[in-house]
């Protein structure tokens, strides 16, 4: 089977113990605690290649994804540091509401230091890239961020996985017509599959 090859939004926390945890179970597939299935239609963790990658933070821009999981101000535990030497630089991503304000209040280890570069085309690094999903990972309230690069997913013509816990719809209107639509099409699959 080809590998999942993924783009990831935000090299965070969160970032840093998704790739641990894929290398851990990779390299020890013994020791698969805190999966639910370690073969998912036959793909395993080894299967998810990371090919592009996009921060704001001038402590991971440019550098190597390797160095940039371990930068400040990442503090996640490091529970796997036998990372490998990804063939992946991180690039510049469009800031736009992706630093609250009251960040600056905090020390450096604590905060992001925006980059003084200017943002990549990210469509473009995408395509470029082969990345079949985009996951992002951005900070939580970073709502335009977010739309921004769903809409980058779109026209890259890639799929698109929001692990940040906001939803997010483009307007009030459209967010309520799918809400529905949504649910009416759950309630059609219960009726359907008879679990009701």
Known sequence: MSKIKVAI???GNCASALLQGIEMYKNSPE???GLLNYD??????????????FDIDKRKV?????????????????????????????HMGPVL???????ANYPEDNTFLVADEEPCDVVKVLKESGAE?????????????VKFYAQAALDANIGFINAMPVFFFPSKKKGKKNKNKKK???IKLFLKKKYI
């Open 133 to 145: 999903m985009l996951i992002n990972y951005l900070p939580v309230g970073s709502e335009e961020a």
């Open 31 to 33: 020791n698969t605690i």
């Open 62 to 90: 440019g550098k190597k994804l390797k160095e940039a999981l371990l930068a400040k101000p990442n503090c996640t535990t490091v529970f796997y540091a036998q990372l490998p030497d990804y063939p992946v630089e991180v």
């Open 184 to 186: 009416k099409n759950i």
């Open 9 to 11: 939004a935000g090299i």
């Open 97 to 103: 509401d992706g630093v609250s304000e009251h960040m």
């Open 40 to 53: 998912l239609g036959g793909y395993t963790p080894g299967d998810i290649e990371v090919v592009a990658a």
